[in-house]
């Protein structure tokens, strides 16, 4: 037999405590369930365990408005993020809604009973459940959790040494005095060089391309200051709004005036590194920034690894892999006995579950995402995705807090089915997610569209955000009640 749920929430990470919170205050009426596929709490802070794993997003806006941060860091890492997300769950007993090792794999939707069919595989056996929801929730963010992006070189059979990826950390790799190369140039490369630069013999990142590298504080003054002086609630609204402001303030300065963006970042860095350091080689990206994420590193801890002589860049082309290291186009050679492939994510939307509504299979990457969160002509489902450039939590409280507001609607007139109607595509798209990063580009075939008029359009600004999400009315003309 099925097991019903007003509302089924896939995923307890970030996002899926976040529903189980919100849906308990604003829906207290509502049975749910969250089902999560891994056997804790966390999703991506419980899966990540590479040294110095972090957050380049201040924790006033990864943090959730209902929960205030109450650590020092602003900036805070993996373990303590960790820590915070099942301290949430716990105090918010969201904990007891939890159904563990339940991977959800398909979901039916039947406008005869109004209702979705959700079908799992339970524990390791992979025993097949059932559930019917009135509602299904997906917060299991957009990439895949079995595997990296891990691209393949000529020779790499031949290498001596070990490969890691850092999706998969073992926890008994012991790198002390190893010559170690990191391959990649995104966050998460800038975090392991510093994170491991004491320990090797020397650690090198080497990149194809050069990323807009920022430092910043881990502690923010302003905030700790709050925190000194104010109610806990009341600092943290505070400090929370400073950020979302700064956020948007330096966003917009990047899109408005990118050349003069560009060279306050290179002048950052060549202050830090020096006069002698080649910035432009290795710091300065062929993009504008905010075209792809730019990378935080708080207390200019890469740059200070680099100063140390323990830490170099290296911005060349991967040859071939040799018994000893990697032979570069330029003819260098990079000795190495760990290479650690930081080469990025690998998307999975919706977790890979298969969607059908009425027997008809759905296609992601032929649809229109109404308002960020939810799917032309796809009924009674939504999916919680963060901004590209500002903290995931800022966007999943919003969309959360709307479909809270839509289940509360349907009841009070008495509906079963909300649907974003869309009769004929608009006459221009472009992908949902405006980012030119690689593990997005990878991705583009597969991917749900934007229009760029309301309400088929997804904002990256958060005051645009929390007027149509918090504020504006459900029953907007396109929402189709019944």
Not at 28 to 47: F, H, M, N, Q, V
Not at 48 to 57: A, K, L, M
Not at 337 to 346: H, N, P, S, V
């Amino acid at each position: 037999m099925n097991e019903h749920f007003d509302v089924l929430v896939v995923g307890a990470g970030l996002s899926g405590v976040c529903a189980g919170c919100y849906l308990q205050t604003q829906c207290p009426g509502k049975s749910y369930a969250i089902l999560e596929s891994r056997g804790a709490i966390g999703g991506t802070w419980d899966l990540f365990r590479y040294p110095g794993v972090r957050s380049d997003s201040d924790m006033y806006t990864l943090g959730y408005s209902f929960h205030p941060w109450q650590n020092p860091k602003a900036i805070a890492d993996g373990p303590a993020i960790l820590d915070y997300v099942r301290e949430t769950a716990v105090s918010h007993h969201i904990n007891q809604h939890i159904r563990f090792h339940h991977h959800v794999t398909a979901a039916s939707w039947s406008s005869a009973t109004a209702q979705w069919h959700v079908t799992a595989e339970r524990g390791a056996d992979k025993e097949p459940v059932d559930f019917t929801c009135n509602f299904l929730l997906l917060c299991s963010g957009y990439y895949d959790y079995d595997q990296g992006h891990a691209p393949s070189w000529e020779g790499m059979e031949e290498f001596n040494g070990r490969f890691v990826h850092p999706q998969h950390w073992p926890q008994d790799l012991d790198y002390t005095g190893k010559r170690v190369v990191v391959i990649g140039s995104g966050a998460t490369a800038v975090t392991l060089v510093p994170a491991m630069a004491e320990q090797v013999s020397h650690i090198t990142m080497l990149q194809r391309s050069p990323t807009y590298i920022v430092p910043g504080p881990s502690e923010d003054a302003f905030a700790n200051k709050l925190h000194r002086t104010l109610p806990a609630s009341l600092a943290h609204w505070l400090a929370r709004w400073k950020f979302i402001l700064q956020g948007i303030y330096y966003f917009f300065l990047a899109r408005r005036f990118p050349a003069a963006t560009k060279e306050t970042i290179l002048k950052a860095a060549q202050d830090e590194l020096g006069p002698d350091y080649d910035v432009a080689t290795h710091l300065s990206p062929r993009y504008n920034p905010w075209d792809q994420r730019v990378c935080l590193i708080p207390d200019s801890d890469l740059f200070k690894a680099i100063n140390s002589g323990k830490a170099s860049i290296v911005t060349d082309e991967i040859e071939r892999f040799t018994p000893s290291g990697i032979q570069l186009r330029s003819g260098d050679h990079l000795p190495a006995d760990l290479i650690i492939t930081a080469t990025g994510l690998k998307v999975k939307l919706m977790g890979g579950l298969q969607l059908s509504a009425d027997g008809n299979p759905v296609t992601l990457s032929e649809l229109i995402t109404y308002k960020g969160m939810m799917y032309s002509n796809v009924p009674n489902l939504a999916t919680v995705f963060g901004y590209t450039n500002a903290s995931w939590t800022l966007k999943c409280e919003l969309i959360i807090g709307y479909v809270c507001r839509l289940l509360n609607h349907m009841d009070r007139h008495g509906y079963s089915q909300c649907t974003p109607k869309l009769a004929a595509l608009p006459p221009a798209t472009s992908p949902a997610i405006d980012l030119e990063s690689g593990y997005i580009r990878r991705a583009l075939d597969r991917m749900p569209r934007q229009s760029e008029k309301r309400p088929w359009r997804v904002y990256q600004n958060y005051l645009i955000d929390l007027f149509y999400l918090g504020y504006s009315g459900v029953a907007d003309g396109t929402m189709l009640f019944s």
